[in-house]
């Protein structure tokens, strides 16, 4: 039997061991790193790296489409520029216009055989006049924060390799965009309740409320591409790019206000405002061509 004395030192033996254990398992790894010698030792991970991007303008004309739209499409011309204080750090600007739309099939089938009722008069004054009072792009423009964290080479096709690098830009937008106008109750009321209305159709007051405004949106802008370059200063740009924001892109009397004021649950109002605003995350495709400057490549030693 071991007295109570006895006990208390074989504790402290034991933990005089643990920690020597310890200290000694610490001291091995410490050793464990690695030591490069011969030719090799003391140099740079990478030589004669070509540096595209640090210190140089560029410049990407180019043209994008917008993705994922419920009812219209928006094709853009416009194009980009910006400096890169370092081969992985920038910023730039883009902008462009969209003078084309394409509809989409689900805006073509409400044309086509959209039915209008007493029920959704203020929502679909007219099947025809429907692409009337859809949302549309009109422009857009960004100031934005280029960074690029990888870069290597792409094979294409097997056929050969090009120096390509990926990039994520963050920044804010603004967007300009044509809706469809506000509609009071009262104006819904005095053009499409109180009007003779013809069988399946609307008086030509109530069509008129599908007429159109402009409007100036405030946007986040996220973004990632790839470069891929055919020499030092031209390559080819892929750049995907999102701008979530909120706008009434059907034109439909979606929402209202309850009793108390909060929006979201009045259904219908019988008017057109704000509260029928939905966000959507916009997206957009850009292909464009990137000439860099000075023409120059900067290349490590």
């Not at 310890?22 to 070509?50: C, N, Y």
């Not at 740009?237 to 979530?244: D, H, T």
């Not at 909060?262 to 019988?270: I, L, M, N, Q, T």
Request: proline residues 6%; charged residues 15%; hydrophobic residues 40%.
């Amino acid at each position: 039997m071991l007295t109570q004395k006895n006990r208390r030192l074989l504790g402290v033996l034991a933990a005089l061991a643990l920690g020597t254990a310890i200290t000694t398992l610490s001291g091995a790894a410490s050793a464990q790193d690695v030591q490069i010698t011969g030719p090799l030792a003391g140099q740079p991970a990478v030589r004669h790296m070509r540096q595209y991007r640090v210190n140089r303008f560029f410049i990407t004309p180019s043209v994008g489409y917008t993705l994922q739209d419920e009812f219209s499409r928006a094709l853009f011309f416009g194009g980009s520029l910006g400096f890169h204080f370092t081969d992985w750090l920038g910023i730039g600007a883009w902008g462009g216009g969209a003078p084309i739309d394409i509809d989409t099939d689900l805006t073509s089938q409400i044309a086509s055989n959209g039915q209008v009722s007493p029920q959704n008069r203020l929502s679909l004054p007219s099947a025809d006049g429907f692409p009337d009072q859809v949302g549309r792009i009109r422009w857009g423009a960004s100031l934005h924060v280029l960074f690029i964290p990888l870069r290597g080479k792409l094979s294409l096709f097997q056929a050969g390799f090009v120096d390509t690098d990926l990039y994520i830009l963050a920044g804010v937008g603004l967007f300009g965009v044509d809706e469809r106008s506000d509609v009071s109750r009262e104006q819904y009321r005095a053009a499409c309740v109180d009007q003779p209305q013809p069988p399946g159709s609307s008086a030509p007051d109530c069509l008129a409320t599908q007429s159109r405004t402009s409007r100036i949106l405030p946007a986040p802008m996220l973004g990632v591409g790839l470069s891929m370059y055919f020499n030092e200063f031209i390559g080819l740009q892929i750049e995907w790019r999102a701008f979530p924001f909120s706008w009434r892109a059907s034109g439909f009397d979606e929402s209202g206000e309850d009793a108390n004021g909060a929006p979201g649950s009045g259904f219908p109002d019988e008017q057109i405002d704000g509260a029928d605003a939905r966000t959507t995350f916009n997206q957009m495709l850009n292909v464009g061509i990137v000439i860099y400057l000075p023409t120059e490549v900067q290349i490590t030693d």
